[in-house]
């Protein structure tokens, strides 16, 4: 089974991307990344898909980065670096036994910079890179059994997307809490402060979703991807001088002895001393 499906309705200029990993919560892993781009690629390139709507198989939208392939993708990576330091395998035989990295590496976002309207319709738990991408989309709707998470500073380390885009789509003082205290927001709180824009029975989500493509798939394809383009500049907006400053503090946070604890402590399943430096 791919790790994403990929389903187009020309009848209603609608496509549908379904995260495909129930069994890991749609973690961002495997194959999806690759297949999305792929799928990206083909609905951005056919003029009868107007509208795109992402959306996660089972009980879970997305859990954001795979934890347990990073792991493992690490441990290998050091264990070929042994190997090619003492001599025992050339620079050509760790290349082969690396894995070749998955998809592209889009800061910005994929959703973001398609120039089609995407909707999340987010089903179940969104955490971490799975809120982030529920924020790369344009509109959102949740069903009552999502919720959203941000939970880095509980590990000692940054968020990546949100701490640059999260404060465009929904309020400044929201995104701190979120961020900050690292607490779950409800689907009706999400709704509540204007991040979501309607929240539905889980039964109703996708017909919901469909509902709101189809309304904008009855407009000028053309003044919609139009608008989109207006309303990404604005969204992107000195973007990049954010990412050079997330990128200075990132290092300064990563030589830090928390940030070591953080992920230590949560592998040991206890909690986290901090020592503030």
């Given at each position: 089974m791919p790790d994403l499906i990929?389903?187009?309705?020309?009848?209603?200029?609608?496509?549908?991307?379904?995260?495909?990993?129930?069994?890991?919560?749609?973690?961002?892993?495997?194959?999806?990344?690759?297949?999305?781009?792929?799928?990206?690629?083909?609905?951005?390139?056919?003029?009868?898909?107007?509208?795109?709507?992402?959306?996660?198989?089972?009980?879970?939208?997305?859990?954001?980065?795979?934890?347990?392939?990073?792991?493992?993708?690490?441990?290998?990576?050091?264990?070929?670096?042994?190997k090619l330091e003492k001599g025992e395998i050339t620079s050509e035989e760790a290349a082969k036994l690396l894995p070749r990295p998955s998809g592209t590496n889009n800061r910005i976002g994929p959703f973001s910079t398609c120039s089609k309207p995407i909707i999340a319709a987010v089903n179940g738990l969104a955490i971490g890179g799975g809120c982030e991408r529920s924020m790369d989309c344009d509109i959102r709707i949740a069903s009552t059994e999502a919720y959203f998470g941000l939970y880095e500073v509980q590990r000692g380390i940054l968020a990546g997307f949100a701490i640059h885009h999260g404060a465009r789509v929904m309020p400044f003082g929201e995104l701190c809490y979120l961020l900050y205290s690292a607490k779950p927001l409800s689907a009706q709180d999400a709704y509540r402060i204007g991040f979501v824009h309607e929240v539905v029975e889980p039964d109703q989500l996708l017909a919901k979703a469909v509902e709101i493509a189809e309304d904008i798939g009855r407009n000028a394809p053309l003044a919609v991807q139009g608008t989109k383009a207006v309303i990404q500049f604005w969204r992107q907006f000195a973007m990049t001088q954010s990412f050079q400053l997330g990128d200075q503090v990132g290092r300064w946070l990563f030589n830090s002895e928390d940030s070591k604890e953080g992920p230590r402590a949560f592998a040991e399943k206890r909690l986290p001393v901090w020592k503030g430096r």
């Open positions: 990929y389903e187009k309705h020309p009848e209603g200029h609608y496509a549908i991307f379904t995260m495909n990993r129930p069994e890991r919560l749609n973690a961002l892993g495997g194959e999806m990344a690759r297949e999305l781009d792929e799928a990206l690629h083909d609905f951005s390139n056919d003029d009868s898909m107007f509208v795109g709507i992402v959306t996660g198989n089972g009980r879970a939208f997305c859990a954001g980065a795979d934890l347990k392939e990073m792991t493992e993708r690490n441990t290998l990576q050091a264990d070929v670096k042994a």
